[in-house]
């Protein structure tokens, strides 16, 4: 089974396009615009595992202007004021949205948090892909597929971690790389906020945290229960395994849930 990687256009490049083409064709709706000169490319690089195209980071803030942009999009965190965080209870935090995770503004290579799972799914959609199932996300994240892995891991191996035998490389609150996360200081109540993507060390099948970082919704759950995977910053790492099975209400809009697409392609 081969695993292949590809980069997508840089976020300046894809701006450029998009305002050319809109000079011209100006006055049309965004229907209309995305028939005239094609999608929008999401800016995440990917990865073939299997059937399935991922994303090898997490959805950033800079994909997610993109969609913005183009459809008109308003979260429902800025809808109402600000998203969510715990901090010995559930607290609303004025202006803390997609665009600005922590209340001031962030890069384009963050993690895109506050963001519930259907607003996840409908970004997924819009770029032709979709959110994970559980046993899609949990084979990626685990079992190492390449033909050729890199050191150190085995073709073949159910790892313990996304990251291999330990959370070592991973960004979470105690017991991983010991990272600091981009949050201001004295903004949290507990752990440092979220890193940029591909800031840590690449795990299973060439993924970036699949552990640690930020939680990220899959299409699976109970009810109106939507399962999230592999833990956060604000945890430490028991909750990055593979038996660790969190769920949230699937309007929950939060600093540390994100998520990542993956494409359906041809085997």
Not at 136 to 160: D, M, N, V
Request: aromatic share 10%.
């Amino acid at each position: 089974m081969t695993i292949q990687t590809k980069n997508t256009p840089s976020l300046l490049l894809t701006s450029m396009a998009f305002i050319a083409a809109s000079v011209i064709i100006s006055g049309l709706t965004n229907e209309a615009f995305a028939q005239t000169v094609g999608k929008p490319q999401a800016l995440e690089k990917t990865t073939r595992i299997g059937s399935l195209e991922w994303d090898l980071h997490e959805v950033t803030i800079g994909t997610v202007k993109i969609y913005a942009q183009h459809t008109g999009f308003v979260s429902a965190g800025e809808k109402a004021g600000g998203s969510n965080i715990y901090e010995a209870g559930w607290t609303q935090k004025k202006a803390w949205t997609w665009k600005q995770p922590y209340g001031v503004t962030a890069k384009d290579t963050e993690p895109a948090v506050h963001l519930n799972f259907d607003e996840a799914q409908a970004i997924c959609r819009f770029f032709g892909k979709r959110l994970p199932k559980d046993s899609e996300w949990t084979a990626a994240a685990f079992l190492e597929q390449r033909s050729s892995p890199t050191q150190p891991f085995i073709r073949g191996k159910r790892y313990t971690y996304a990251n291999g035998d330990t959370p070592k490389n991973s960004h979470c609150l105690n017991g991983c790389a010991g990272l600091k996360g981009l949050a201001p200081a004295n903004s949290l109540w507990r752990g440092t906020g979220h890193v940029e993507v591909m800031t840590t060390q690449a795990g299973v099948n060439g993924l970036y945290d699949m552990g640690g970082n930020v939680w990220e919704w899959v299409d699976d759950g109970s009810g109106n229960e939507r399962i999230t995977r592999g833990a956060s910053w604000w945890y430490g790492p028991e909750n990055q395994i593979e038996s660790a099975v969190a769920t949230k209400p699937r309007e929950t809009m939060v600093a540390y849930v994100g998520f990542r697409c993956v494409k359906d392609v041809s085997k």
